[in-house]
């Protein structure tokens, strides 16, 4: 399985805008031109998508321009300005204010050490961003625009990390604004956190939420068949262990049918992320288990019960991510194990865990589910492996919209467990349980959740920037 990027055969990159003026002559603007070239090569080495110089730019219509053009261009995921020297900020001031990208103020100079012995009135000239990123703050402050404020050597690794994070979370932002949500069938009935405000969450973050009835998924699946259903079989012989009661059973081809069915459904709506509730199946005869995890494992976003606001962080996080090593899922907080100086949450759900966290190769099989009212459903069981990770949570909280993330600690199941028949995730909060328990209590965060091992709490709290909404970090 293949994870689907943001964009069809585009990564995307950034841009680098360096700031100057005219004041000292062409030759100092071929010098800061060269500086940006090499410092945009330098820092792609260390990102995770390419950086490109724009600049310098010294006229209040270059910068006007070059920032529609960042702003118009789909390809460009954020922005980063270096006021390489003296960049008079009242030029900034209409290009700052049509800006539509994510924009990191890199406050950095090119050279690391300073020449001591050949330091004249030229050399300061030039090398002045001490000064000109003093006068855009200033103006950025003052416009108040959004931005993440970055201060070190290009070169220094703790600088290039920091850079990173920001751009996975532009990266995630960009995702955001163009990702369609499928929302099959409708809430679970009577539950709170996961309803709230589509048309602001729209307006903050970007991704549009679409209802469907279940009626127009059981179509797809019902032209679900023959030689798509048989290789479907075959991978699935071949990607997990299956359980014998699963091989050549009927339930299995029908989970084939649901699966190829729910992909062609979703992706000629555009949609890459998704909902169902297991008390709107209609027609279908199981309620989506193995499709639902293969597709996560392929990069689409999922909510149960009707969750769009997960679903969407979901597809934002594996995104964010990218091809980082860990695995993304969506997740529940379930049981608790509250043995003294060993307590733990034990998470999962009726099915749906994406085997991107699988420790071990998954194994296929069929169980009955006491809800729902369908067929015994096939799905993937398995535990996640162990490392450090998160938890996140998009909540709406009526005036606002918050995220809520800890930081915990996956571990092993201290014995197996062999009668749970879903996939499921063991971990230690931090610091502690309990301080953990009562700070996601009083934030209000959701018990669906985002679990992630690449991302950290820095992704999510420069996504929260970008977007201008809350978070709560429990760490």
């Given at each position: 399985m293949?994870?689907?990027?943001?964009?069809?055969?585009q990564?995307g990159?950034?841009?680098?805008v360096?700031?100057?003026?005219?004041l000292y002559?062409?030759?100092?603007?071929?010098?800061?031109?060269?500086?940006?070239?090499?410092?945009a090569?330098?820092?792609?080495a260390?990102?995770?998508?390419?950086?490109?110089?724009?600049g310098?730019?010294?006229?209040?219509?270059?910068?006007?321009?070059?920032?529609?053009?960042?702003?118009?261009?789909?390809?460009?995921a954020?922005?980063?300005v270096w006021a390489?020297?003296?960049?008079?900020?009242?030029a900034?001031?209409?290009?700052?204010?049509?800006?539509?990208?994510?924009?990191?103020?890199?406050?950095?100079?090119?050279?690391?050490?300073?020449?001591?012995?050949?330091?004249d009135?030229?050399?300061m000239?030039l090398n002045q961003?001490?000064?000109?990123d003093?006068e855009?703050?200033?103006?950025?402050?003052?416009?108040?625009?959004?931005?993440?404020t970055?201060?070190g050597?290009?070169?220094?690794?703790t600088?290039?990390?920091?850079?990173a994070?920001?751009?996975r979370?532009a990266?995630?932002?960009?995702?955001?604004r163009?990702?369609?949500?499928a929302?099959?069938?409708?809430?679970m009935?009577s539950?709170?956190?996961?309803?709230g405000d589509k048309?602001?969450?729209?307006?903050?973050?970007?991704f549009?939420?679409?209802?469907y009835?279940?009626?127009?998924?059981?179509?797809a699946?019902?032209?679900?068949?023959g030689?798509?259903?048989?290789s479907?079989l075959?991978?699935?012989?071949d990607?997990?262990?299956?359980?014998?009661?699963?091989r050549?059973?009927?339930?299995?081809?029908e989970?084939?049918?649901?699966?190829?069915?729910?992909?062609?459904?979703?992706?000629?709506r555009?949609?890459?992320?998704?909902?169902?509730?297991f008390?709107d199946?209609?027609?279908?005869r199981?309620?989506?288990g193995?499709?639902?995890q293969?597709?996560?494992?392929e990069?689409?976003?999922?909510?149960?019960?009707?969750d769009?606001?997960?679903?969407a962080l979901?597809r934002?996080?594996?995104?964010?991510?990218?091809?980082?090593?860990?695995g993304?899922?969506f997740?529940e907080?379930?049981t608790?194990?509250?043995?003294?100086?060993?307590?733990?949450?034990?998470?999962?759900h009726?099915?749906?865990?994406c085997?991107s966290?699988?420790a071990d190769?998954p194994?296929c099989?069929?169980h009955?589910?006491?809800?729902?009212?369908?067929?015994?459903p096939?799905?993937?069981?398995?535990?996640?492996?162990?490392?450090?990770?998160?938890?996140?949570?998009?909540v709406?909280?009526?005036d606002?919209?918050?995220?809520?993330?800890?930081?915990?600690e996956v571990i092993e199941?201290?014995?197996?467990?062999?009668?749970?028949?879903?996939?499921r995730?063991?971990?230690?909060p931090?610091?502690d349980?309990?301080?953990a328990?009562?700070?996601?209590l009083?934030?209000?965060?959701?018990?669906?959740t985002?679990?992630?091992?690449?991302?950290?709490?820095?992704v999510?709290?420069?996504?929260a920037?970008?977007?201008g909404?809350?978070?709560?970090?429990i760490?």
């Open positions: 293949t994870f689907r990027a943001a964009r069809a055969g990564i990159e950034l841009w680098l360096t700031g100057s003026q005219h002559g062409p030759q100092a603007l071929a010098a800061v031109a060269a500086h940006g070239e090499e410092v090569r330098g820092l792609t260390g990102l995770p998508v390419p950086v490109r110089h724009r310098p730019v010294t006229t209040a219509e270059e910068i006007r321009r070059t920032c529609l053009e960042a702003t118009a261009d789909d390809a460009c954020g922005v980063i390489h020297t003296f960049s008079p900020a009242k900034w001031i209409a290009g700052l204010e049509a800006l539509g990208k994510p924009l990191l103020h890199l406050h950095t100079q090119f050279d690391r050490e300073l020449p001591w012995a050949e330091i009135m030229d050399f000239n961003s001490a000064h000109g003093r855009l703050a200033h103006a950025l402050t003052r416009l108040g625009v959004r931005r993440k970055i201060a050597h290009w070169r220094d690794p600088v290039v990390t920091r850079i994070t920001w751009t979370a990266l995630g932002m960009r995702e955001a163009s990702l369609t949500v929302r099959i069938g409708d809430n009935r539950v709170a956190v996961t309803e048309v602001e969450a729209q307006r903050q973050l970007g549009a939420v679409d209802g009835g279940v009626g127009e998924l059981t179509a699946v019902e032209e679900a068949g030689a798509q259903v048989d479907l075959t991978e699935y012989a990607t997990y262990e299956l359980a014998p009661d699963v050549g059973s009927d339930a299995l081809r989970a084939a049918r649901i699966e190829l069915g729910l992909r062609a459904f979703l992706d000629a555009g949609a890459h992320a998704f909902t169902d509730t008390e199946l209609g027609a279908l199981q309620l989506p193995i499709a639902v293969r597709l996560m494992a990069g689409y976003g999922f909510g149960a019960e009707g769009w606001k997960t679903a979901v934002i996080a594996k995104v964010m991510a990218g091809d980082l090593a860990g993304t899922s997740m907080d379930y608790y194990d509250l043995t003294p100086g060993g307590e733990a949450v034990l998470g999962a009726m099915l749906e865990v085997p966290i699988a190769r194994s099989e069929i009955p589910l006491a809800i729902g009212g369908r067929e015994d096939v799905r993937l069981v398995f535990t996640a492996h162990p490392g450090e990770a998160v938890v996140a949570s998009l709406d909280l009526g606002r919209f918050r995220f809520v993330v800890g930081e915990v199941p201290p014995a197996p467990l062999p009668k749970l028949p879903v996939a995730a063991l971990w230690r931090r610091p349980f309990y301080s328990a009562e700070g996601w009083a934030a209000g965060g959701a018990h669906h985002v679990l992630s091992f690449p991302l950290g709490v820095g999510f709290d420069d996504l920037a970008m977007a909404i809350e978070l709560v970090a760490r």
